[in-house]
């Protein structure tokens, strides 16, 4: 499963989405009110423990975590390479 699926059906499943279809990968999870800010911790304890990443402080910022799309880049960013 991509990082996108897996990402959209935890939104999904974690906050109240009426019609799942209406989440595009390049959906606002902020400006919709998907996600508030206590939901963001949420979708960011759940990046850090599916992909084994850890969110500093300094990345827990829109540009990373605003959209489906912006949290698989991320993720790949932060995923470790292996060796």
Do not use: C, H, W
């Not at 390049?26 to 996600?35: A, E, K, N, P």
């Not at 850890?54 to 829109?62: I, L």
Request: aromatic share 8%.
């Amino acid at each position: 499963m991509t990082v996108q699926a897996r990402a959209r059906r935890f939104v999904v499943e974690t906050f109240y989405v009426s019609d799942p279809s209406e989440i595009t990968d390049d959906t606002s999870l902020i400006t919709t009110g998907l996600v508030d800010s206590t939901g963001m911790l949420e979708v960011i304890a759940f990046l850090e423990s599916e992909y084994g990443i850890r969110v500093e402080d300094r990345e827990m910022v829109p540009a990373n975590l605003e959209t489906i799309n912006r949290i698989a880049a991320f993720v790949a960013r932060k995923k470790p390479n292996p060796s």
